[in-house]
Protein backbone atom coordinates (compact mmCIF):
# COMPACT_ATOMS: atom_id res chain seq x y z
CA UNK A 1 0.00 0.00 0.00
CA UNK A 2 1.35 3.38 -0.67
CA UNK A 3 1.70 5.26 2.48
CA UNK A 4 -0.54 8.25 3.52
CA UNK A 5 0.33 11.07 5.17
CA UNK A 6 -1.64 12.11 8.67
CA UNK A 7 -3.03 15.30 7.75
CA UNK A 8 -5.57 16.37 4.83
CA UNK A 9 -3.54 17.35 1.84
CA UNK A 10 -4.81 19.13 -1.14
CA UNK A 11 -5.60 16.93 -4.06
CA UNK A 12 -3.31 17.55 -7.46
CA UNK A 13 -5.52 17.60 -10.45
CA UNK A 14 -3.95 16.62 -13.71
CA UNK A 15 -4.43 14.86 -16.81
CA UNK A 16 -4.29 11.34 -16.85
CA UNK A 17 -1.76 8.85 -18.23
CA UNK A 18 -2.22 5.10 -19.31
CA UNK A 19 -1.07 4.27 -16.10
CA UNK A 20 -3.91 6.03 -14.04
CA UNK A 21 -6.45 4.39 -15.64
CA UNK A 22 -6.80 1.31 -13.25
CA UNK A 23 -6.84 3.46 -10.36
CA UNK A 24 -8.98 6.41 -11.84
CA UNK A 25 -11.73 3.50 -13.27
CA UNK A 26 -11.53 2.45 -9.25
CA UNK A 27 -13.03 5.61 -7.92
CA UNK A 28 -15.21 6.21 -10.79
CA UNK A 29 -16.87 3.10 -10.16
CA UNK A 30 -16.95 3.71 -6.55
CA UNK A 31 -18.60 6.67 -7.66
CA UNK A 32 -21.13 5.30 -9.33
CA UNK A 33 -21.48 2.39 -6.93
CA UNK A 34 -20.28 -0.04 -9.13
CA UNK A 35 -18.04 -2.74 -8.22
CA UNK A 36 -14.71 -1.08 -7.54
CA UNK A 37 -12.72 -3.54 -8.97
CA UNK A 38 -12.46 -3.37 -12.48
CA UNK A 39 -10.75 -6.26 -14.53
CA UNK A 40 -7.67 -5.63 -16.79
CA UNK A 41 -9.99 -6.65 -19.35
CA UNK A 42 -11.98 -3.48 -19.42
CA UNK A 43 -9.58 -1.38 -18.25
CA UNK A 44 -8.02 -1.97 -22.21
CA UNK A 45 -11.62 -1.57 -23.61
CA UNK A 46 -11.53 1.88 -22.14
CA UNK A 47 -8.38 2.89 -22.92
CA UNK A 48 -8.93 2.36 -26.46
CA UNK A 49 -11.92 4.67 -25.97
CA UNK A 50 -10.65 7.74 -24.24
CA UNK A 51 -8.51 10.87 -24.99
CA UNK A 52 -6.38 10.99 -21.90
CA UNK A 53 -5.75 14.46 -22.60
CA UNK A 54 -9.86 15.55 -21.61
CA UNK A 55 -9.64 12.97 -18.69
CA UNK A 56 -9.25 14.37 -15.54
CA UNK A 57 -8.24 13.21 -12.45
CA UNK A 58 -7.49 14.51 -8.55
CA UNK A 59 -5.05 12.78 -6.87
CA UNK A 60 -4.19 12.83 -2.97
CA UNK A 61 -1.19 11.43 -1.77
CA UNK A 62 -0.39 9.41 -4.63
CA UNK A 63 -3.82 8.35 -4.99
CA UNK A 64 -6.81 8.96 -7.44
CA UNK A 65 -9.84 10.70 -5.37
CA UNK A 66 -11.63 12.61 -8.41
CA UNK A 67 -12.50 12.07 -11.78
CA UNK A 68 -13.69 13.91 -15.16
CA UNK A 69 -13.68 13.19 -18.81
CA UNK A 70 -15.34 15.14 -21.62
CA UNK A 71 -15.68 14.06 -25.06
CA UNK A 72 -16.14 14.96 -28.70
CA UNK A 73 -20.34 14.92 -29.58
CA UNK A 74 -22.24 15.95 -32.24
CA UNK A 75 -25.88 17.15 -31.15
CA UNK A 76 -28.64 18.10 -33.33
CA UNK A 77 -30.25 21.44 -33.73
CA UNK A 78 -34.06 22.15 -34.60
CA UNK A 79 -33.69 22.15 -38.51
CA UNK A 80 -31.37 19.32 -38.98
CA UNK A 81 -28.09 20.46 -38.74
CA UNK A 82 -25.50 19.53 -36.09
CA UNK A 83 -23.20 21.51 -33.88
CA UNK A 84 -20.01 20.10 -32.01
CA UNK A 85 -20.52 19.64 -28.55
CA UNK A 86 -18.08 18.99 -25.30
CA UNK A 87 -19.66 15.82 -23.76
CA UNK A 88 -18.77 15.60 -20.19
CA UNK A 89 -19.04 12.91 -18.42
CA UNK A 90 -17.68 10.11 -15.62
CA UNK A 91 -17.93 12.55 -12.88
CA UNK A 92 -17.19 11.75 -9.61
CA UNK A 93 -15.68 12.60 -6.11
CA UNK A 94 -14.51 9.68 -3.90
CA UNK A 95 -16.88 10.21 -0.82
CA UNK A 96 -14.15 11.19 1.37
CA UNK A 97 -13.95 14.21 -0.91
CA UNK A 98 -16.80 15.51 -1.58
CA UNK A 99 -17.70 19.58 -1.17
CA UNK A 100 -13.72 20.39 -1.20
CA UNK A 101 -14.39 21.92 -5.07
CA UNK A 102 -12.88 19.18 -7.00
CA UNK A 103 -15.49 18.77 -9.23
CA UNK A 104 -15.83 23.18 -9.33
CA UNK A 105 -12.09 23.10 -10.66
CA UNK A 106 -12.44 20.47 -12.77
CA UNK A 107 -15.35 21.72 -14.79
CA UNK A 108 -14.02 25.09 -14.84
CA UNK A 109 -10.80 23.76 -16.85
CA UNK A 110 -12.81 21.54 -18.92
CA UNK A 111 -15.41 24.53 -19.95
CA UNK A 112 -12.63 26.58 -20.68
CA UNK A 113 -10.45 24.40 -23.31
CA UNK A 114 -14.02 23.12 -24.89
CA UNK A 115 -14.34 27.14 -25.42
CA UNK A 116 -10.82 27.65 -26.98
CA UNK A 117 -11.61 23.94 -28.81
CA UNK A 118 -14.43 25.61 -30.34
CA UNK A 119 -16.89 23.95 -29.10
CA UNK A 120 -20.81 25.76 -29.56
CA UNK A 121 -21.88 23.77 -26.33
CA UNK A 122 -21.49 21.60 -23.66
CA UNK A 123 -23.70 18.56 -22.68
CA UNK A 124 -24.39 16.05 -19.91
CA UNK A 125 -26.65 13.94 -18.48
CA UNK A 126 -26.72 15.12 -14.86
CA UNK A 127 -27.39 12.91 -12.21
CA UNK A 128 -29.03 14.96 -10.05
CA UNK A 129 -30.97 18.27 -10.65
CA UNK A 130 -29.12 20.51 -8.06
CA UNK A 131 -25.28 19.90 -9.38
CA UNK A 132 -25.03 21.59 -12.79
CA UNK A 133 -26.75 24.88 -12.92
CA UNK A 134 -24.07 26.61 -11.27
CA UNK A 135 -21.48 25.98 -14.15
CA UNK A 136 -23.98 27.48 -16.72
CA UNK A 137 -26.33 24.28 -17.99
CA UNK A 138 -29.78 23.95 -18.49
CA UNK A 139 -32.10 21.26 -18.85
CA UNK A 140 -33.05 21.31 -22.92
CA UNK A 141 -34.39 18.20 -23.36
CA UNK A 142 -36.90 15.80 -21.18
CA UNK A 143 -37.83 12.62 -21.33
CA UNK A 144 -40.80 10.57 -20.54
CA UNK A 145 -41.07 6.66 -20.20
CA UNK A 146 -44.70 4.72 -20.32
CA UNK A 147 -45.87 1.38 -18.93
CA UNK A 148 -48.41 0.01 -21.48
CA UNK A 149 -50.89 -2.62 -20.57
CA UNK A 150 -51.11 -4.48 -23.72
CA UNK A 151 -54.50 -5.51 -22.82
CA UNK A 152 -55.87 -2.31 -22.38
CA UNK A 153 -54.92 -0.87 -25.75
CA UNK A 154 -57.54 -2.05 -27.48
CA UNK A 155 -54.60 -3.24 -30.45
CA UNK A 156 -55.43 -6.58 -32.51
CA UNK A 157 -52.14 -8.63 -33.17
CA UNK A 158 -53.82 -9.41 -36.81
CA UNK A 159 -53.61 -5.89 -38.11
CA UNK A 160 -49.96 -5.07 -37.74
CA UNK A 161 -48.41 -6.08 -41.49
CA UNK A 162 -51.33 -4.39 -43.96
CA UNK A 163 -52.29 -1.46 -41.66
CA UNK A 164 -48.72 -0.17 -41.60
CA UNK A 165 -47.75 -1.35 -45.29
CA UNK A 166 -43.81 -2.20 -44.78
CA UNK A 167 -43.10 -5.45 -42.92
CA UNK A 168 -41.18 -5.94 -39.42
CA UNK A 169 -38.32 -9.09 -39.15
CA UNK A 170 -36.48 -10.53 -36.03
CA UNK A 171 -32.61 -10.06 -37.03
CA UNK A 172 -29.51 -10.41 -35.20
CA UNK A 173 -26.71 -8.07 -33.58
CA UNK A 174 -24.54 -8.23 -35.96
CA UNK A 175 -27.87 -6.87 -38.89
CA UNK A 176 -28.19 -3.75 -35.97
CA UNK A 177 -24.38 -3.03 -36.33
CA UNK A 178 -24.28 -2.74 -39.91
CA UNK A 179 -28.14 -1.09 -40.38
CA UNK A 180 -28.84 0.91 -36.95
CA UNK A 181 -25.72 3.69 -37.77
CA UNK A 182 -27.08 5.15 -41.13
CA UNK A 183 -30.76 5.06 -39.50
CA UNK A 184 -29.74 6.50 -36.33
CA UNK A 185 -28.21 9.43 -38.99
CA UNK A 186 -31.38 10.00 -40.37
CA UNK A 187 -33.37 10.54 -36.87
CA UNK A 188 -30.62 12.71 -35.91
CA UNK A 189 -31.81 15.22 -38.72
CA UNK A 190 -35.14 14.86 -38.08
CA UNK A 191 -35.09 14.94 -34.29
CA UNK A 192 -33.37 17.84 -32.68
CA UNK A 193 -31.44 17.00 -29.28
CA UNK A 194 -29.90 13.57 -30.44
CA UNK A 195 -26.25 12.83 -30.13
CA UNK A 196 -24.59 10.46 -32.05
CA UNK A 197 -23.73 7.31 -31.56
CA UNK A 198 -19.71 6.12 -32.81
CA UNK A 199 -18.93 2.98 -33.58
CA UNK A 200 -18.67 1.59 -30.10
CA UNK A 201 -21.68 2.78 -29.12
CA UNK A 202 -23.55 -0.14 -31.20
CA UNK A 203 -21.12 -2.68 -29.92
CA UNK A 204 -21.44 -1.77 -26.56
CA UNK A 205 -25.42 -2.02 -27.81
CA UNK A 206 -25.08 -4.75 -29.05
CA UNK A 207 -23.09 -7.16 -26.48
CA UNK A 208 -20.11 -6.77 -28.79
CA UNK A 209 -18.25 -4.99 -26.48
CA UNK A 210 -18.50 -5.76 -22.48
CA UNK A 211 -20.02 -3.34 -20.11
CA UNK A 212 -18.20 -3.71 -16.59
CA UNK A 213 -20.56 -4.42 -13.92
CA UNK A 214 -23.46 -5.29 -16.02
CA UNK A 215 -24.85 -8.45 -16.65
CA UNK A 216 -25.51 -8.82 -20.73
CA UNK A 217 -28.66 -10.11 -21.67
CA UNK A 218 -28.74 -10.47 -25.81
CA UNK A 219 -31.79 -8.48 -26.84
CA UNK A 220 -34.12 -9.31 -29.38
CA UNK A 221 -33.75 -7.04 -32.44
CA UNK A 222 -36.57 -5.97 -35.00
CA UNK A 223 -36.15 -3.79 -38.21
CA UNK A 224 -39.32 -2.30 -39.99
CA UNK A 225 -39.04 -1.99 -43.92
CA UNK A 226 -41.02 0.15 -45.70
CA UNK A 227 -43.16 -0.53 -48.56
CA UNK A 228 -40.07 0.60 -50.40
CA UNK A 229 -37.89 -1.83 -48.73
CA UNK A 230 -36.20 0.77 -47.37
CA UNK A 231 -35.21 0.36 -43.46
CA UNK A 232 -36.53 3.03 -41.61
CA UNK A 233 -37.13 1.60 -37.97
CA UNK A 234 -35.73 -0.69 -35.19
CA UNK A 235 -36.16 -2.07 -31.79
CA UNK A 236 -34.08 -3.75 -29.00
CA UNK A 237 -35.77 -5.03 -26.89
CA UNK A 238 -35.49 -7.95 -23.46
CA UNK A 239 -38.33 -9.67 -22.18
CA UNK A 240 -38.87 -11.76 -18.49
CA UNK A 241 -40.69 -14.95 -17.95
CA UNK A 242 -43.24 -14.99 -15.38
CA UNK A 243 -46.09 -16.99 -15.58
CA UNK A 244 -48.83 -17.20 -12.14
CA UNK A 245 -51.48 -19.80 -11.90
CA UNK A 246 -50.31 -21.28 -15.49
CA UNK A 247 -51.75 -17.48 -17.14
CA UNK A 248 -48.15 -15.73 -18.37
CA UNK A 249 -47.56 -12.16 -16.88
CA UNK A 250 -43.88 -11.12 -19.16
CA UNK A 251 -43.17 -7.57 -19.35
CA UNK A 252 -41.49 -6.28 -22.44
CA UNK A 253 -38.43 -3.68 -21.96
CA UNK A 254 -37.54 -1.27 -24.93
CA UNK A 255 -33.81 -0.76 -24.98
CA UNK A 256 -33.97 1.32 -28.10
CA UNK A 257 -36.54 2.07 -30.44
CA UNK A 258 -35.26 4.26 -33.69
CA UNK A 259 -38.00 5.12 -36.03
CA UNK A 260 -37.80 7.86 -39.17
CA UNK A 261 -41.21 7.92 -40.12
CA UNK A 262 -45.04 7.58 -38.28
CA UNK A 263 -45.56 4.03 -40.09
CA UNK A 264 -42.25 2.68 -38.69
CA UNK A 265 -43.44 3.81 -35.53
CA UNK A 266 -46.41 2.78 -35.53
CA UNK A 267 -45.18 -0.89 -36.98
CA UNK A 268 -42.90 -1.16 -33.78
CA UNK A 269 -45.12 -0.24 -31.14
CA UNK A 270 -47.87 -2.57 -33.10
CA UNK A 271 -45.02 -5.22 -32.86
CA UNK A 272 -44.23 -5.04 -29.47
CA UNK A 273 -47.79 -4.26 -27.71
CA UNK A 274 -49.27 -7.58 -29.55
CA UNK A 275 -46.60 -9.81 -28.59
CA UNK A 276 -48.29 -13.52 -27.16
CA UNK A 277 -47.44 -13.90 -23.26
CA UNK A 278 -46.64 -10.22 -23.09
CA UNK A 279 -48.73 -8.45 -20.55
CA UNK A 280 -46.91 -5.40 -20.08
CA UNK A 281 -44.54 -3.14 -21.93
CA UNK A 282 -41.90 -0.22 -20.56
CA UNK A 283 -41.09 1.91 -23.49
CA UNK A 284 -37.62 3.60 -22.20
CA UNK A 285 -37.27 6.86 -22.17
CA UNK A 286 -39.14 8.72 -25.12
CA UNK A 287 -39.43 12.08 -26.41
CA UNK A 288 -42.42 13.53 -24.10
CA UNK A 289 -44.50 14.00 -27.25
CA UNK A 290 -43.87 10.64 -28.16
CA UNK A 291 -46.58 9.23 -30.61
CA UNK A 292 -46.69 6.36 -28.58
CA UNK A 293 -50.05 6.88 -26.20
CA UNK A 294 -52.16 8.52 -29.10
CA UNK A 295 -51.32 5.35 -31.39
CA UNK A 296 -53.34 3.42 -28.93
CA UNK A 297 -57.21 3.05 -29.62
CA UNK A 298 -57.14 3.52 -25.50
CA UNK A 299 -54.22 6.15 -24.32
CA UNK A 300 -54.90 5.28 -20.86
CA UNK A 301 -53.72 1.85 -21.36
CA UNK A 302 -50.00 3.52 -21.67
CA UNK A 303 -48.67 5.00 -17.98
CA UNK A 304 -46.11 7.41 -17.04
CA UNK A 305 -43.47 6.12 -15.16
CA UNK A 306 -40.81 8.32 -15.37
CA UNK A 307 -41.12 12.21 -16.89
CA UNK A 308 -38.13 14.26 -16.03
CA UNK A 309 -34.82 16.80 -17.41
CA UNK A 310 -32.18 14.85 -19.12
CA UNK A 311 -29.72 16.36 -21.42
CA UNK A 312 -28.24 19.32 -19.90
CA UNK A 313 -26.95 22.02 -22.23
CA UNK A 314 -24.67 24.48 -21.46
CA UNK A 315 -23.91 27.31 -24.20
CA UNK A 316 -20.36 28.10 -25.17
CA UNK A 317 -20.82 30.36 -28.13
CA UNK A 318 -23.86 32.10 -28.27
CA UNK A 319 -23.29 33.17 -31.74
CA UNK A 320 -22.68 30.03 -33.27
CA UNK A 321 -25.31 27.82 -31.53
CA UNK A 322 -28.25 30.60 -32.54
CA UNK A 323 -26.83 30.64 -36.12
CA UNK A 324 -27.13 26.73 -36.70
CA UNK A 325 -30.57 26.11 -35.52
CA UNK A 326 -33.77 27.20 -37.48
CA UNK A 327 -36.61 28.92 -36.46
CA UNK A 328 -40.09 28.00 -37.71
CA UNK A 329 -41.47 32.01 -36.96
CA UNK A 330 -38.90 35.00 -38.12
CA UNK A 331 -38.34 37.62 -35.44
CA UNK A 332 -35.25 39.38 -34.61
CA UNK A 333 -34.36 39.83 -30.92
CA UNK A 334 -31.74 41.44 -28.97
CA UNK A 335 -30.91 38.95 -26.00
CA UNK A 336 -27.89 39.96 -23.60
CA UNK A 337 -26.77 36.78 -21.89
CA UNK A 338 -25.03 36.90 -18.78
CA UNK A 339 -21.97 34.48 -17.91
CA UNK A 340 -20.70 34.51 -14.83
CA UNK A 341 -17.59 31.88 -15.96
CA UNK A 342 -16.94 34.49 -18.51
CA UNK A 343 -16.70 32.27 -21.50
CA UNK A 344 -19.78 33.45 -23.77
CA UNK A 345 -21.79 36.22 -22.75
CA UNK A 346 -22.59 39.15 -24.64
CA UNK A 347 -25.23 41.07 -26.75
CA UNK A 348 -26.39 39.32 -29.34
CA UNK A 349 -28.92 40.05 -32.15
CA UNK A 350 -30.98 37.39 -33.44
CA UNK A 351 -32.76 37.84 -36.81
CA UNK A 352 -34.30 34.41 -37.51
CA UNK A 353 -35.76 33.24 -40.18
CA UNK A 354 -37.40 30.19 -41.15
CA UNK A 355 -34.37 29.63 -44.15
CA UNK A 356 -31.57 30.52 -41.81
CA UNK A 357 -30.56 32.67 -39.13
CA UNK A 358 -27.59 35.31 -38.14
CA UNK A 359 -26.76 36.38 -34.72
CA UNK A 360 -24.19 38.99 -34.20
CA UNK A 361 -22.95 41.23 -31.61
CA UNK A 362 -24.48 44.15 -31.05
CA UNK A 363 -24.82 47.68 -29.21
CA UNK A 364 -28.74 47.80 -29.63
CA UNK A 365 -30.48 48.12 -26.11
CA UNK A 366 -31.47 44.46 -24.45
CA UNK A 367 -34.77 43.26 -25.24
CA UNK A 368 -34.10 40.14 -23.20
CA UNK A 369 -31.56 39.66 -20.60
CA UNK A 370 -31.05 36.19 -19.65
CA UNK A 371 -28.65 33.57 -17.76
CA UNK A 372 -26.32 31.63 -19.84
CA UNK A 373 -27.97 28.41 -18.55
CA UNK A 374 -31.41 29.50 -19.25
CA UNK A 375 -30.72 30.18 -22.70
CA UNK A 376 -29.31 26.02 -22.31
CA UNK A 377 -32.71 25.61 -21.62
CA UNK A 378 -34.35 27.88 -24.60
CA UNK A 379 -31.96 26.46 -27.36
CA UNK A 380 -33.41 23.56 -28.41
CA UNK A 381 -36.98 24.75 -27.93
CA UNK A 382 -38.57 22.94 -25.23
CA UNK A 383 -38.21 25.63 -22.81
CA UNK A 384 -40.86 28.92 -22.52
CA UNK A 385 -39.50 32.03 -22.59
CA UNK A 386 -43.06 33.49 -20.99
CA UNK A 387 -42.39 30.75 -18.58
CA UNK A 388 -38.74 31.69 -17.44
CA UNK A 389 -40.41 35.47 -17.48
CA UNK A 390 -42.92 34.63 -15.24
CA UNK A 391 -40.54 33.18 -13.21
CA UNK A 392 -38.00 36.14 -12.72
CA UNK A 393 -34.98 34.38 -14.74
CA UNK A 394 -35.81 36.46 -18.36
CA UNK A 395 -36.02 40.00 -17.97
CA UNK A 396 -37.85 41.67 -20.22
CA UNK A 397 -36.17 44.98 -20.90
CA UNK A 398 -38.81 45.97 -24.09
CA UNK A 399 -42.58 45.73 -23.27
CA UNK A 400 -44.00 42.25 -25.21
CA UNK A 401 -39.85 40.84 -25.89
CA UNK A 402 -41.08 38.00 -23.99
CA UNK A 403 -44.19 37.34 -26.37
CA UNK A 404 -42.26 38.39 -29.57
CA UNK A 405 -39.36 35.96 -28.88
CA UNK A 406 -41.79 32.70 -27.61
CA UNK A 407 -43.22 31.39 -31.05
CA UNK A 408 -39.60 32.12 -32.95
CA UNK A 409 -37.40 30.15 -30.26
CA UNK A 410 -40.57 27.30 -29.19
CA UNK A 411 -40.12 24.00 -31.72
CA UNK A 412 -43.44 22.23 -32.69
CA UNK A 413 -41.86 19.31 -32.34
CA UNK A 414 -40.44 18.53 -28.69
CA UNK A 415 -36.12 17.77 -28.47
CA UNK A 416 -35.00 14.56 -27.75
CA UNK A 417 -31.93 12.71 -26.81
CA UNK A 418 -32.64 9.04 -26.60
CA UNK A 419 -29.21 8.19 -25.17
CA UNK A 420 -27.20 8.35 -21.75
CA UNK A 421 -23.57 8.92 -21.79
C1 LIG B 1 -22.26 14.14 -16.02
C2 LIG B 1 -22.13 13.15 -14.91
O1 LIG B 1 -21.23 12.37 -14.87
S1 LIG B 1 -23.35 13.17 -13.69
C3 LIG B 1 -22.69 12.22 -12.35
C4 LIG B 1 -22.34 13.05 -11.15
N1 LIG B 1 -21.78 12.17 -10.15
C5 LIG B 1 -22.48 11.66 -9.13
O2 LIG B 1 -23.64 11.97 -8.93
C6 LIG B 1 -21.75 10.64 -8.28
C7 LIG B 1 -21.90 10.93 -6.79
N2 LIG B 1 -21.55 12.31 -6.43
C8 LIG B 1 -20.28 12.79 -6.52
O3 LIG B 1 -19.35 12.10 -6.94
C9 LIG B 1 -20.00 14.22 -6.06
O4 LIG B 1 -20.84 14.52 -4.98
C10 LIG B 1 -20.23 15.29 -7.16
C11 LIG B 1 -19.32 14.96 -8.35
C12 LIG B 1 -21.67 15.32 -7.64
C13 LIG B 1 -19.86 16.67 -6.60
O5 LIG B 1 -18.47 16.73 -6.35
P1 LIG B 1 -17.85 17.75 -5.27
O6 LIG B 1 -16.37 17.78 -5.48
O7 LIG B 1 -18.37 17.42 -3.93
O8 LIG B 1 -18.43 19.12 -5.75
P2 LIG B 1 -17.87 20.56 -5.35
O9 LIG B 1 -17.24 20.49 -3.99
O10 LIG B 1 -17.03 21.08 -6.47
O11 LIG B 1 -19.26 21.32 -5.28
C14 LIG B 1 -19.51 22.53 -5.89
C15 LIG B 1 -20.87 23.01 -5.43
O12 LIG B 1 -21.87 22.10 -5.92
C16 LIG B 1 -22.69 21.66 -4.84
N3 LIG B 1 -23.06 20.26 -5.11
C17 LIG B 1 -22.24 19.29 -5.49
N4 LIG B 1 -22.92 18.14 -5.62
C18 LIG B 1 -24.19 18.40 -5.30
C19 LIG B 1 -25.36 17.61 -5.23
N5 LIG B 1 -25.33 16.28 -5.53
N6 LIG B 1 -26.51 18.20 -4.87
C20 LIG B 1 -26.54 19.52 -4.56
N7 LIG B 1 -25.44 20.33 -4.60
C21 LIG B 1 -24.29 19.76 -4.96
C22 LIG B 1 -21.81 21.81 -3.62
O13 LIG B 1 -22.59 21.89 -2.44
C23 LIG B 1 -21.05 23.06 -3.91
O14 LIG B 1 -21.88 24.16 -3.63
P3 LIG B 1 -21.27 25.56 -3.11
O15 LIG B 1 -20.30 26.00 -4.17
O16 LIG B 1 -22.47 26.42 -2.97
O17 LIG B 1 -20.58 25.22 -1.84
Redesign the pocket.
Known amino acids: MTPVSPRPSTPVIRTLDDSDLPDWLRVMCT ?2 LRPPVVPKEEVEIRLAGMDLDRAQGAFDDGRCV ?1 TFRSFAQRISVPGGASVPANA ?8 T ?9 M ?1 ERDLRAARERGDAAAT ?5 Y ?3 G ?1 YGFGPATWVTEWEVETARTGLSARYAGPECGGRVDLVDGAAVRELGPALHERLRTLRHGAVDRGERWWRFATGDLPRHGRTWTEPFYAVYRSPEGRVDGLVAYTADDVWEAKRPLCSAHVRDLVAVSPAAERALWHFLLTIDWITKVTTGLRAPDDLLPLLLPDPRAARVLTHADFLWLRPLDVPALLAARSYACPGSLVLEVSDPQGLAGGRWLLEAGPDGASCTPTRRPAELVLDVGDLGALYLGDESVLRLAALGRVAEESPGAAARAEPVLRTAARPWCPDIF
Open positions: GFAVCNVTVAPHRRRGLLGTMLISAEPIYR
